[in-house]
């Protein structure tokens, strides 16, 4: 229990140490460029993908249950509201989590085992400001992008299915998902991308920068990250859906 | 002039720096001694302000190293890892530049990286290419241009033969004694590799139990009557130093 305690207190330090950097110069644009290019261009494929045949799914599921009760018309409301608000920042931060969050922790590792963070500092280089704060930033502000594309995607997924398979009219579709969606769904999508590229890309830096030596160090290190962020992401995501939704 | 004064560091209990004092001149290129495990890169480390001692003092030109003072101090000085350290992402230009590009003479980063790379006899068509493309020997020379890049005052050798073969190792040696001696900068190297010690050293340090158990300079080696230094010059195993296992 203490120790779960220390280990807590330490990640609030690493988390409190990394934000007030963003107040201290200097910054590093190269290495923010780089990061926003890591996480949000290269993560579009998976990205895309994931919420592609989610939404599909999705669309089926909601048809064939909505059937016992001949509710199937609801599909593209259901649909609509299930990605954006649910499924479309969730699974995207599971992804995030296991492409960024992973990759992150594993380089910083690494780094530390081959002496290259030391080598940092004896260049004078703080090692929050170059390594962590940039790659935090980076999937703070990436994140709702692509939390906005999965939404999007998914979406497309569902009306294809219904469209193509399920008989739904294509324009009315449409209609019923421009209709039925509020800009609250959409902020609150938005935002919990936010919060969990935060967590997502913090959660990496903290595991790669206390990784143990070795290279079962940074094994440790990259699997604990994963684990950490995706757990930490659903947990965000309950409070999140309580604090919007809640009535 | 770097001074060492009572520098103690224990890890989990564990003491390995028990008390050093060293002194090391200007201009002078001290190389410390010791076996495996002595406490020689957790020394290093201290002076550079990567690890901070538990107790004791370090002082450069009189000023004490603090946490606050440490980025001042790191700026005058240069380091050569062990494993060279190199930036992976980064190709073999950037590593060398990589405090001008953070400083004033960022647009003559790559022309300075360049001819720091041909200062340890490395060709300029390597500038372009990414540390694992590189040997071993290469990337120590790389690690060393590295170095001298940004002109120091002090240079930190950790270990610098370690894992290359005789002649690469001389070649490294060489190369270190010339830069010391055309740059005329203070150095600290630590080794248990007799051959670097020979070629890069004015004095010699041997930290033995986490302490300095002699000094002096190289010359004087020879004909010291220690028996710690002795043994650890010839390499037995008959003697007060114990193998590890």
């Known amino acids: 229990m203490l120790g779960a305690l220390a280990a807590l207190g330490r990640f609030a330090i690493f988390t409190g140490q990394t934000i007030s950097h963003l107040a201290r110069p200097p910054f590093y644009g190269g290495a923010f460029g780089q990061a926003l290019i890591q996480i949000g261009y290269f993560s579009l494929p998976v990205v895309g993908l994931t919420a592609f045949f989610t939404g599909g799914a999705l669309a089926l599921q909601i048809y064939s249950g909505g059937a016992r009760f001949s509710a199937e018309a609801v599909v593209p409301q259901i649909v609509a509201i299930g990605m954006v608000r649910e499924l479309g920042p969730v699974l995207v931060g599971l992804m995030i989590a296991a492409r960024v969050t992973s990759s992150i922790a594993a380089e910083i590792a690494t780094m530390k085992v081959t002496e290259q963070i030391d080598a940092l500092v004896t260049l004078s280089t703080h090692p929050m400001k170059y390594l962590t704060l940039p790659r935090v930033l980076a999937a703070t502000l990436m994140m709702p992008l692509l939390v906005a594309v999965g939404d999007t995607i998914g979406i497309f997924g569902g009306y294809l299915v219904s469209t193509q398979r399920l008989g739904f009219n294509a324009a009315s579709y449409m209609q019923n998902t421009i209709d039925f969606l509020e800009v609250l769904d959409i902020t609150s999508s938005l935002a919990k991308g936010a919060v969990f590229g935060f967590i997502a890309a913090i959660v990496g830096c903290y595991y790669g920068m206390t990784s143990e030596r070795g290279a079962m160090g940074v094994g440790r290190a990259t699997k604990g990250a994963v684990v950490a962020a995706s757990v930490l992401i659903l947990a965000a995501n309950f409070f999140l859906t309580e604090a919007f939704f809640s009535t | ?245």
């Open chain 2, 1 to 245: 002039m770097i001074t060492l004064s009572g520098i103690h560091k224990t890890f989990e209990g564990n003491p390995v720096l028990r008390g050093v004092d060293l002194t090391v001149g200007r201009g002078e290129s001290m190389v410390i001694i010791g076996g495996s495990g002595s406490g020689k890169s957790v020394l290093i480390k201290c002076i550079l302000g990567l690890l901070t001692p538990d107790i004791g003092e370090i002082t450069i030109d009189g000023a004490a190293m603090t946490p606050k003072s440490q980025t001042g101090f790191l700026d005058r000085f240069g380091m050569l890892f062990q494993g060279g350290a190199l930036f992976d992402s980064l190709p073999v230009w950037q590593n060398v530049a990589f405090r001008l590009l953070r400083g004033p003479q960022k647009a003559q980063a790559r022309e300075i990286a360049v001819a720091k790379l041909a200062q340890v006899g490395l060709k300029a068509d390597i500038a372009d290419r990414y540390p694992s493309e590189l040997s071993g020997g290469m990337q120590k020379r790389v690690g060393l241009a590295r170095a001298i890049a940004a002109d120091p005052e002090v240079i930190f050798f950790d270990e610098p033969t370690t894992g290359l073969d005789p002649i690469m190792a001389g070649v490294i040696n060489d190369l270190i004694r010339n830069v010391v001696t055309e740059l005329g900068v203070t150095a600290i190297t630590i080794t248990h590799d007799m051959t670097s010690v020979d070629t890069i050293a004015d004095k010699v340090a041997m930290l033995h139990d986490g302490k300095i158990r002699w000094t002096g300079a190289k010359s004087a080696m020879e004909t010291a009557d220690d028996p710690y230094l002795t043994q650890f010059i010839a390499g037995t195993t008959d003697g007060p130093i114990k193998a590890r296992w």
